[in-house]
T-cell receptor, first 110, second 116 residues
Framework: GENVEQHPSTLSVQEGDSAVIKCTYSDSASNYFPWYKQELGKGPQLIIDIRSNVGEKKDQRIAVTLNKTAKHFSLHITETQPEDSAVYFC?????????FGAGTRLAVHP | DVKVTQSSRYLVKRTGEKVFLECVQD?????MFWYRQDPGLGLRLIYFSYDVKMKEKGDIPEGYSVSREKKERFSLILESASTNQTSMYLC???????????????FGEGSRLTVL
């Protein structure tokens, strides 16, 4: 069945450093690749997404890159700040539903 | 502001009890979803619904059922709760994106269920 692998499971960086989270997927029909951020005690919230006709998308300090041939996509956060500390989930989807990765717990230390 | 409200943040139930988790959205979204969140497993889809009175099984529907009698409300039902259903349950809604059902999901804050 469809599968999404997310790495690393935990990531610790110093404030100001960059953070990269990677996901690989198995279903070649996937055409939608969102990233969600979940802060403590809250539900996940979409932070950026990309569709398969685009290779890269940027929104201020966050960017997502997609390699459809290799079936992987990545989240890049530059100039990290303590408020970036959260759990991040990648997901992939086709027509009907999203499959989520296991999550990455990012800790940004001042 | 977009809002998905889950009726209970924390519940404690006993094995064998019937459990109702309620979710209401105020965005007039067609699509509603129930996910289960467990450490190391991410979010797994239990059931989803694209319209009133319709439902489709997700990846882990066993032991669960759902009800969607009104567009804004989607209920998750555990007919006979078991300890392996102890988890965080997340409801979400979305609006179709260009004919696809994979648009932005708006999540509630979650319902943490403990089954003793």
């Amino acid at each position: 069945g469809e599968n999404v692998e997310q790495h690393p499971s935990t990531l610790s960086v110093q404030e100001g450093d960059s953070a990269v989270i990677k996901c690989t997927y198995s279903d070649s029909a996937s055409n939608y690749f969102p990233w969600y951020k979940q802060e403590l005690g809250k539900g996940p919230q979409l932070i950026i997404d990309i569709r398969s006709n685009v290779g890269e998308k940027k929104d201020q300090r966050i960017a997502v890159t997609l390699n459809k041939t290799a079936k992987h996509f990545s989240l890049h956060i530059t100039e990290t700040q303590p408020e970036d500390s959260a759990v991040y989930f990648c997901a992939t989807g086709g027509y009907n539903k999203l499959i989520f990765g296991a999550g990455t717990r990012l800790a940004v230390h001042p | 502001d977009v809002k998905v409200t889950q009726s209970s943040r924390y519940l404690v139930k006993r094995t064998g009890e019937k459990v109702f988790l309620e979710c209401v959205q105020d965005m007039d979204h067609e699509n509603m979803f129930w996910y289960r969140q467990d450490p190391g497993l991410g979010l797994r889809l239990i059931y989803f619904s694209y319209d009133v009175k319709m439902k489709e099984k997700g990846d882990i529907p066993e032991g669960y059922s759902v009800s969607r009698e009104k567009k804004e409300r989607f209920s998750l039902i555990l007919e006979s709760a078991s300890t392996n259903q102890t988890s965080m349950y997340l409801c979400a809604s979305s609006y179709p994106h260009r004919g696809q059902n994979t648009g932005e999901l708006f999540f509630g804050e979650g319902s943490r269920l403990t089954v003793l």
